[in-house]
């Protein structure tokens, strides 16, 4: 495969790979179960149980 090939590839098929990536990632933090784990992350750090250390 030379570069010519490997560019002609990545021009074509890699823009599209990206973009299902980014569209799957975007559409995995907004899917419709995800509100309630994002609350508790967001929350995570003031719950005294989970970060005592003594």
């Keep these: ?3 010519e090939a490997l560019r002609h590839f990545a021009d074509s098929w890699g823009l599209l790979f990206m973009t299902l990536v980014f569209l ?3 559409g ?3 899917r419709p179960g995800a509100g309630r784990n994002h609350e508790e992350a967001a ?3 003031f719950d005294e149980d989970k970060n005592d250390v003594g």
């Design 24 to 26: 799957t990632l975007v």
């Design 1 to 3: 495969m030379n570069y």
């Design 43 to 45: 929350h995570m750090i």
């Design 28 to 30: 995995w933090t907004f």
